[in-house]
């Protein structure tokens, strides 16, 4: 059975300072829920965070990794680095790393791996832009994204991914997709996966959905049947919005 998971992707912001604070926040309202809740905030505070829900049942995720063991990159952070402080889940191939730090799916199927080898689960995000869903383009640049840097894993570490596809044009922008966008590409994502592998690795993948998910549209999306969470940025800096979002999965 896949997992529900509602996860905040707090991007660069929030201080050590109001870190703690809307941690303590959410600690204190987190709602009775199946699903896995996961956070992640910036690196510098991403061991307090650690420290700070040592009893909680929210866990804290990386927004970002590098694929290299370790070595001259100046900036980056390593998968060793990440567990040796207790974090065991990335975000890779968000779309800000795609478009402002040009991460290409090349660069993104290495992180993958690296990753998946280290033993990290991965958060992988993909989504077509735009002109793409204009243009009737969007299930061929979803299906490349996929393919280029998935595909050639094997089956059993499918197991350890986590799929969030994020219409660029929904992000940040307060525009969704609609539930019946999001079902219908969620559906299609499955279908793809399914050709690839077969239908335990497509039944059991979860697959979030990210892109101004707010409390008010939250319940209507998650009740899709292929939607199985979300990714949230904006709404998971505010606790009240967040818990929101989670009694709604
Ligand atoms: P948003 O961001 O909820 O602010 O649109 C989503 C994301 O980037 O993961």
């Not at 204190?28 to 992640?40: F, I, S």
């Not at 990753?115 to 299930?139: P, T």
């Not at 094997?154 to 219409?167: H, M, T």
Request: net charge negative; aromatic share 8%; proline share 2%.
């Amino acid at each position: 059975m896949r997992s529900k998971i509602v996860a905040g992707n707090w991007k660069m912001n929030k201080t050590l300072e109001q870190t703690e604070t809307l941690l303590l926040e959410l600690s204190a309202k987190l709602p009775d829920t199946n699903a896995e809740v996961m956070v992640a905030p910036t690196y510098v505070n991403l061991v307090g965070a650690v420290q700070s829900l040592e009893s909680s049942m929210i866990e804290v995720i990386a927004q970002n990794m590098h694929f290299a063991e370790s070595g001259a990159y100046t900036g980056e952070i390593s998968a060793d680095m990440l567990l040796n402080i207790g974090v065991d889940t990335a975000i890779i191939g968000h779309s800000e790393r795609r478009a402002y730090f040009g991460e290409t799916d090349e660069i993104l199927s290495k992180k993958v791996v690296a990753a998946l080898n280290k033993g990290i689960r991965v958060m992988f995000c993909f989504g077509e832009e735009l002109q793409d869903r204009q243009s009737g383009n969007h299930f061929k640049i979803v299906e490349s994204q996929l393919k280029n840097a998935l595909f050639s894993l094997e089956a059993s570490a499918w197991s350890k991914i986590i799929l969030a596809y994020e219409p660029v044009w929904a992000i940040g922008t307060g525009e969704t997709a609609s539930p019946e966008q999001a079902q219908e590409m969620h559906a299609f994502i499955r279908k793809t996966i399914g050709e690839a592998y077969d239908s335990a690795v497509s039944t059991n993948v979860s697959i979030l959905y990210g892109g101004s998910v707010k409390p008010g549209n939250a319940e209507e999306i998650f009740s899709k049947p292929d939607v199985d969470g979300g990714l949230i940025g904006g709404a998971s800096l505010v606790a009240d919005d967040f818990v929101a979002i989670i009694k709604a999965i």
